[in-house]
């Protein structure tokens, strides 16, 4: 079986093209740049989903074996300034899933067989701040206006248009959407640089909100099974469910955001336990300013209202519709995985080495 992967070099593309490569599959990966150390065999192709053409390049080379499944990762926003710029969230969030979802009926419409997309969507579709208490996919989209970034409302327009285009070219097209917890994983080097460098400038010395809200989280392991079971379902089901259907997953273990990174800081010699609790509408008010500044002097955000949301507002979400409908069952505990991570931490920091590279 043949796979495609946009945002094919981040770091769940590199996690999943792995896990595919080692179960013998064929796998084609499209990303804005090449992958530092690509998978051995895996065929990796730079380009944009923004460009249909490089779209078409990754779904419908000649000569190339048939892709069957479409695995679309790419995405814009997800942190930062980049949360706050409209037209780089919409070209790729919503115009890049058109050109997948577009090139992906056109394969469907030409293959033997079904052909599976399987979009990766966030939970901020349906989350914007308000607390939430084991919510599940009955709850409705945020309304445009509930969101203070562009990166929520451009992420559920893209999974809509991924879910409304099941069934196209005849039903040979199936999809579905995943919504996941906050990943993570040992590999992972876009966030936990963040975090590592605010550790040590002592900014754990303070709490935003509540200790007692959790928030959900999930292995990047976790992920790639949950991917490589809702391919299967895809494959064996003939109808709805799983298809063109959302799915919350999570290592269905909810932590509170500082508890859960407190083995990091012990590991690094960071203090681990907050001096001052920051109330969460002094916070909210901050990462306002800095998105004044940002919009105003293009001073880089320190952080962002949606950010303050999701580390320090209670919001977590079942997961037991995917353990129903396709058999979704996490395997690495969020706990352990991150004591784990700790300690590979440690021996990078005590070697000198860069870490969360």
């Not at 970034?149 to 248009?161: F, I, N, V």
Request: with cysteine; proline share 6%; glycine share 8%.
């Amino acid at each position: 079986m043949a796979w495609a992967i946009t945002g094919g070099a981040g770091h769940v593309g590199q996690a999943l093209c792995a896990r595919l490569r080692s179960d013998g599959h064929a796998v084609r990966l499209l990303d804005v740049c090449a992958p530092p150390h690509p998978p051995e065999g895996a065929e990796c192709l730079v380009g944009s989903v923004c460009s249909a053409a490089d779209v078409r390049r990754l779904l419908c080379a000649p000569r190339a074996a048939a892709v069957a499944a479409v695995v679309h990762l790419a995405g814009a926003g997800m942190s930062g300034a980049d949360m706050l710029d409209a037209q780089l969230c919409h070209r790729v969030n919503v115009e890049g899933t058109r050109n997948v979802v577009a090139c992906a009926t056109r394969l469907a419409e030409e293959s033997p067989t079904p052909v599976l997309l399987i979009y990766l969507s966030t939970y901020n579709v349906c989350f914007h701040g308000q607390e939430v208490y084991g919510g599940d996919e009955t709850a409705p989209y945020s309304p445009a206006a509930a969101h203070t970034d562009c990166y929520g409302a451009s992420k559920a327009e893209a999974e809509r248009l991924v879910l409304a285009a099941d069934g196209a070219a005849d039903g040979a097209l199936r999809t579905v959407a995943l919504r996941p917890g906050a990943i993570f994983g040992e590999a992972e080097t876009r966030h936990l640089p963040r975090i590592i460098r605010l550790m040590k400038l002592g900014l754990f010395r303070f709490a935003i909100g509540s200790a007692e809200a959790r928030q959900d989280w999930l292995h990047v392991s976790n992920l790639v099974d949950a991917v490589l079971r809702v391919a299967d379902a895809l494959t064996t089901a003939p109808s709805a469910p799983p298809r063109g259907l959302p799915y919350f997953i999570n290592d269905d273990e909810p932590v509170n955001t500082l508890a859960f990174f407190s083995p990091l800081a012990k590991a690094l010699g960071c203090r681990d336990q907050p001096f001052v609790r920051v109330p969460l509408w002094v916070a909210i008010v901050m990462a306002w300013v800095c998105e004044m500044m940002w919009y105003w002097l293009r001073v880089p955000p320190f952080m962002t209202r949606a950010e303050v949301f999701k580390s320090a507002v209670q919001h977590t979400y079942s997961c037991r519709r995917a353990k129903e409908d396709w058999g979704y069952k996490p395997t690495v505990n969020s706990t352990t995985a991150m004591e784990r991570l700790a300690m590979t931490f440690r021996v990078q920091h005590e070697r000198g080495a860069p870490l969360g590279r």
